[in-house]
């Protein structure tokens, strides 16, 4: 059973950093495309970056230069270090989990999510 839980959220004030945490159970974690999305409230969830099974990362437009995404393969954790944040980037984040043979940030590639974790930019 797939088991995706984030960590890291909170509230912060434009221009300063936060580290999101995912701790990923049951599946083999190593083997699969990872992801980080997020909704904003009457926004679609949209794709903020992806890492695939080799490591090789990719962001959204928007986020492209100011957050990282990374995974320990060794403890199953994927992160994603958010800077520069501004209060375009308020919105519940989710870990998500691919399964297809695209690993790019989009809704559409990841068919499992956590339950989310909030994070919020004040200006």
């Known amino acids: 059973q797939v088991h995706l839980v984030e960590s890291g959220g909170g509230s912060v004030q434009a221009g300063g950093s936060l580290r999101l945490s995912c701790a990923a159970s049951?599946?083999?974690?190593?083997?699969?495309?990872m992801g980080w999305l997020r909704q904003s409230p009457g926004k679609e969830r949209e794709g903020v970056a992806a890492i695939d099974s080799t490591g090789v990362k990719s962001y959204a437009d928007s986020v492209q230069g100011r957050f990282t995404i990374s995974r320990d393969n060794a403890k199953n954790i994927l992160y994603l270090e958010m800077n520069s944040l501004t209060s375009e980037d308020t919105a519940m984040y989710y870990c998500?989990?691919?399964?297809?043979?695209?690993?790019?940030?989009?809704?559409?590639?990841?068919?499992?999510w956590g339950r989310g974790t909030q994070v919020t930019v004040s200006s």
């Open positions: 998500a989990r691919g399964g297809g043979s695209s690993c790019r940030p989009r809704r559409a590639d990841f068919g499992y």
């Open positions: 049951g599946f083999a974690y190593s083997s699969y495309c």
